[in-house]
């Protein structure tokens, strides 16, 4: 049974009777199958046609999504081996970013990314994928061990942005992020990152400064939540959707801006609807692009890395 | 405070009100609400006289404040994209614009210089808060990084004094852009071996703090300054709690290791100065030094000390 979004009342509904007519069918009476079918079918016509002209702020619902694939589902099913390494070596163990060294199809490598948590224990121990510096300079150790042993950097983005708290600010969460940043400029090995779900502001540009930015259809990337920006620019909470629209946050719209290098297509109803799958298409695309950023030498792919965020802004929508 | 600031000036103050002399000569301290005459506020720097509370300066101001002699030369920015997202809230962004320019008569949030400190080159970019908080988008991206290129061209050190809230969020994801952007500036005057300089002032916060701003050589903030990644609201909000006291503020960060000094508006350029001169000057001047004696094949150190003997140096 799936957590239906508000804009899934009709699917839901349908889905609710279908679920019905299966509970009938036991007495025998009327052929109940072809009638499930036909529901099945409209359900299916339904899903894909809201699925393909999700505004922005249905698209951030769903990379909110409770039953979206997490962090720790991704390298459940695509990293074999995986050593998770804890630690800044300053502070504490932040495990709202959980990093380590894998194997993704047969690449030794560096893997990390925010994880929000699957259950209210779990987003807990992992506050909601919200990092302190502590995470942030996780990362950058990472980053560093990434190079010393020419290992390539591959992380997924899932956070609604930095933790904004007391101790956060005391231990420097600005410089936390602007280190990582710095030290993924320098990397003379590739970098790849993925937006799973969320891409929040600082937190996530923090481990997405890479060779290559990809998106997930539904997810979003965006300068500031859009409840945020209606706080701020319309003076109330209550224009999150209109603020969502304007902030241009969708895959589709980044891709246009020329700021990501690729969507990689989520399953029909979104990859929450198609777990498996979802997770086996962002493997296949982080693949290709590895094999192609192998292709050229460390001083080349720093180079190039730079290049691409120097370039940035030449693109409007229109 | 002596006398005349405790006695004197309430006095004037009441004299003045009941005169109603037209209220631009008069300046309230946002700290102290005392009030402050417009000429002894130019004088102080706009630092209050009461309590020291520095308030905001407009760039061209602070540009004026650092350089010898108050003199420099403004680059040209570079032209970039206006308004890429064709954003809209209340207000079009692109009107928002067009007034922060009527009132500021500046275009943009960042103004870039060249000039001479200590009679030696030096850029400094300095952040307009007046327009539009200071943010960053595109044009305070371009701005900096051609700052850092005037920079390595000329060899000279380059100071960014950040004012500012942080992205720009009517240029959507390509405000958050900049902050990789201005990173790689940082990274271009550093690689050529040259120093560069932060001067935190308020504000310093969200993507402008979480960049360039928190790379400096060296990190000098004024007095009293906003630094720190989230709002102070969203904070409270998030944790349910009051703040502590001076949270965020410039000797908050210095009491944790997040800046190197607080030094008073009327110190900066001393102080920036004497740094200067201490990386650039490595050695003892030729004045002090004594040369080893040529030809004699003496070992180091056989050199008699005091004066050298014939007089060279
Ligand atoms: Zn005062």
Redesign the interface.
């Known amino acids: 049974m799936h957590n239906f979004l508000d804009f899934e009342k009709p699917i839901a509904e349908l889905e609710g009777k279908i679920e019905e007519l299966r509970h009938l069918s036991d007495d025998g009476e009327i052929n109940i199958a072809e009638e499930v079918a036909k529901l099945q079918t409209k359900a299916d016509r339904l899903l894909r046609q809201s699925y393909a002209r999700l505004t922005a702020w249905q698209k951030t619902q769903v990379a909110r999504h409770p039953d979206r694939p997490r962090f720790s589902d991704y390298v459940a099913d695509l990293v074999e081996d995986f050593a998770p390494l804890a630690g800044d070596r300053l502070f504490a163990e932040d495990r709202a970013i959980i990093g380590g060294i894998g194997r993704f199809r047969g690449f030794s490598a560096v893997i990390m990314g925010q994880e929000k948590g699957a259950d209210t224990t779990g987003r807990v121990k992992h506050n909601f994928g919200m990092a302190r510096p502590e995470g942030y300079r996780k990362a950058q150790r990472l980053m560093r061990l990434a190079e010393r042993f020419n290992l390539p950097v591959i992380c997924l983005v899932d956070t609604s942005g930095?933790?904004?708290?007391?101790g956060?600010?005391?231990?420097?969460?600005?410089?936390a992020?602007?280190?990582c940043?710095?030290i993924?400029?320098?990397l003379r090995v590739p970098m790849i990152s993925v937006v799973i779900g969320e891409g929040g502001?600082?937190g996530a540009?923090?481990i997405a400064?890479a060779n290559r930015v990809l998106m997930l259809e539904h997810s979003i990337?965006?300068?500031?939540p859009p409840e945020?920006?209606s706080s701020?620019?319309?003076?109330n909470g209550e224009?999150a959707q209109?603020?969502a629209e304007?902030?241009?946050?969708t895959a589709q719209d980044?891709y246009k801006?020329d700021?990501i290098d690729e969507i990689v297509p989520e399953p029909l109803g979104g990859a929450q609807r198609g777990r498996r799958e979802a997770i086996d298409a962002v493997g296949d695309a982080i693949e290709r692009h590895l094999f192609e950023l192998c292709r050229h030498d460390g001083a080349v792919l720093r180079q190039k890395r730079?290049d691409k965020?120097?370039q940035?802004?030449?693109k409007?929508?229109? | 405070m002596n006398w005349i600031s405790n006695f004197v000036r309430p006095k004037i103050r009441a004299l003045v009100k009941k005169a109603e002399v037209p209220d631009n000569l008069w300046h309230k301290c946002p700290a102290c609400t005392q009030m402050i005459f417009h000429r002894e506020l130019e004088a102080s720097l706009k630092v209050c006289p009461h309590c020291g509370h520095h308030m905001r300066v407009r760039a061209r101001q602070r540009l004026q404040l650092l350089f010898d002699e108050g003199k420099y030369t403004t680059v040209e920015l570079p032209e970039?994209?206006i308004d890429?997202?064709?954003?809209?809230?209340?207000k079009r962004y692109a009107d928002r614009l067009r007034e922060a320019t009527a009132t500021t008569a500046e275009k943009e949030a960042i103004l870039v210089a060249h000039g001479r400190m200590d009679g030696e080159a030096t850029v400094i970019a300095a952040f307009d808060f007046a327009f539009m908080g200071g943010s960053m988008g595109?044009a305070v991206?371009?701005g900096l990084?051609a700052a850092a290129r005037l920079a390595v061209m000329q060899e000279a050190p380059l100071i960014v004094v950040p004012s500012s809230g942080g992205?720009r969020?009517?240029?959507?994801?390509?405000?958050?852009?900049q902050?990789?952007?201005t990173?790689?500036a940082?990274?271009q005057v550093k690689e050529a071996g040259l120093p560069f300089f932060v001067l935190l002032t308020d504000p310093t916060?969200?993507?402008v703090?979480?960049?360039?701003?928190?790379?400096g050589d060296i990190a000098i903030a004024e007095p009293g300054a906003v630094?720190?990644?989230?709002?102070q609201r969203?904070?409270e909000e998030?944790?349910r709690?009051t703040?502590?006291e001076g949270?965020?503020r410039a000797e908050?960060l210095l009491e944790?290791?997040?800046v190197d000094m607080v030094v008073h508006r009327r110190d900066l350029r001393e102080t920036i100065i004497n740094l200067f001169r201490l990386l650039r000057d490595k050695r003892p001047p030729a004045a002090v030094v004594q040369l080893p004696q040529t030809g004699t094949g003496s070992k180091h150190g056989d050199s008699t000390g005091g004066t050298s003997a014939d007089g060279t140096v």
């Open positions: 930095a933790y904004p708290g007391v956060a600010e005391e231990r420097g969460q600005a410089e992020i602007a280190r940043i710095e993924s400029l320098g502001s600082g540009i923090a400064t990337y965006s300068v500031i945020g920006c701020i620019l319309w003076r224009h209109d603020a304007a902030l241009k946050l980044l801006l700021v730079r965020f120097l940035m802004g030449t409007g929508l229109s | 970039t994209q890429p997202l064709r954003f809209r809230d209340r595109l991206g371009d990084l992205a969020m009517q240029e959507g994801i390509l405000s958050l852009m902050m990789p952007r990173v790689i940082v990274e916060t969200g993507g703090s979480a960049s360039f701003a928190m790379l630094i720190g990644f989230a709002g969203v904070i998030t944790i709690e703040l502590p949270f965020q908050y944790h290791g997040m």
